[in-house]
Nanobody, 122 residues
Framework: QVQLVQSGGGLVQAGGSLRLSCAAS????????MGWYRQAPGSQRELVAT???????NYADSVKGRFTISRDNAKNTVYLQMNSLKPEDTAVYSC????????????????WGQGTQVTVSS
């Protein structure tokens, strides 16, 4: 069984920083892309950033230059460093990973973390 466990998040003032972590564990064969998504109240979930297994990154325009995604393949962990936070960054942040489990090595499946609240006060 595979699971993603998130840590980090919380309440911060505008201009502050937070770091999110997401660790994948269980019967993992390999991990492809990993990423972070967010959903604000009354809004659809949107992509924040993704990173490939080789380290190529992609960011939403709204976070470019402020957020940095990284991963530690040895630890099966993805991080999101969020700097210069704005009130509009307030949302529930969820990590995602494309994983092949040892019981299903021929197909990648999407797994999601439990979500964590990030609140930025003005």
């Amino acid at each position: 069984q595979v699971q993603l466990v998130q840590s980090g998040g919380g309440l911060v003032q505008a201009g502050g920083s937070l770091r999110l972590s997401c660790a994948a564990s269980g019967s993992i064969f390999s991990i492809n892309d990993m990423g972070w998504y967010r959903q604000a109240p009354g809004s659809q979930r949107e992509l924040v950033a993704t990173i490939t297994s080789s380290g190529n990154t992609n960011y939403a325009d709204s976070v470019k230059g402020r957020f940095t995604i990284s991963r530690d393949n040895a630890k099966n962990t993805v991080y999101l460093q969020m700097n210069s936070l704005k009130p509009e960054d307030t949302a529930v942040y969820s990590c995602n990973a494309e994983i092949r489990s040892r019981s299903s090595v021929y197909a990648f499946r999407d797994y999601w973390g439990q979500g964590t609240q990030v609140t930025v006060s003005s």
